[in-house]
């Protein structure tokens, strides 16, 4: 299986072209964020490289969330436009798993988290088990003060990647000896990483239908809600 793997869900971009396991060419940049002019030449260039056309292409791959609205708006709608066109598979994996697969122990536990301001996280922990990790904390958005507790109710040495600036001394006196902190580059998002989850996942059914999992509401829908408190909001705003 030909497959490329993008990931623009937050600062770092990925993308990577691999055969199988097999990676063929792979590109991560971590200076800049514009995704919106950076991607496609992105894309091309490793096509070139991996000297694949892209009619031999047959999954596209793509961090579906969460993470930064516009990065996964253009990473996803780059996924979906290239799946429709070339009528090949589409497959959405988790940004926060995607990370947490940078860690290859056995039945180790990782948390990731992503700054979603205001002392909020988007954040999701869970279990490697045969090099893949499973989810013991469902990816959320939620206060920091609340996603404490969780993972400190798991009682075991726990590896903690993202975004932790703000939050790393408050989970080393919550956790005491269970917090496990890793080198900051295990904390980028990898493409080839993202590859390989993505090649055991069944495709989505529906590539027009699929949007990215932002898992907390835009600014407009916030306010809309609130000014229709009784009406069903679920299809406001096409995010894709």
């Given amino acids: 299986m030909k497959v490329l793997a993008l990931d623009t869900s937050n600062q770092t971009l990925s993308v990577a072209v691999m055969s199988d396991d097999q990676v063929l060419t792979t590109t ?3 200076t800049t964020k514009k995704h919106g002019t950076q991607l496609l030449p992105i894309i091309q ?9 892209p009619a031999d292409l047959d999954r596209v791959i793509v961090a579906d969330g969460p993470g930064s609205y516009t990065g996964l708006r253009i990473g996803v709608t780059t996924a979906k436009t290239l799946a429709d066109t070339l ?12 990370i947490a697969a940078n860690v290859i122990s056995e039945t180790q536990l ?10 909020n996280v988007f954040a999701g922990a869970y279990r490697i088990e045969n090099g893949v990790p499973v989810s013991v904390i469902e990816d959320q958005h939620i206060a920091f003060e609340k996603l404490l507790p969780q993972i400190k109710a798991l009682a075991e040495p726990i590896v903690v ?24 580059e295990l904390s980028l998002p990898s493409a080839v990483q993202l590859g390989r989850l993505g090649e055991r996942k069944a495709p989505v059914s529906d590539v027009n239908g699929f949007v990215p999992r932002y898992l907390r509401l835009t600014k407009a829908e916030a306010d809309w809600q609130k000014q229709h408190p009784e009406e069903d909001s679920s299809d406001y705003v096409e995010k894709v």
């Avoid at 260039?45 to 056309?53: G, P, V």
């Avoid at 598979?89 to 995607?98: D, I, P, R």
């Fill in 28 to 30: 991560t940049v971590t």
């Fill in 45 to 53: 260039d490793a096509m070139a490289t991996a000297k694949l056309k």
């Fill in 87 to 98: 009528n090949i598979e589409l497959v959405g994996v988790s940004s926060l798993a995607t």
């Fill in 110 to 119: 990782v948390a990731v988290m992503f700054d979603g301001r205001n002392d």
């Fill in 161 to 184: 990647l993202g975004d932790l600036d703000a939050f790393t001394e408050r989970l080393k006196t919550a956790l005491e000896a269970n917090f496990i902190h890793y080198p900051t």
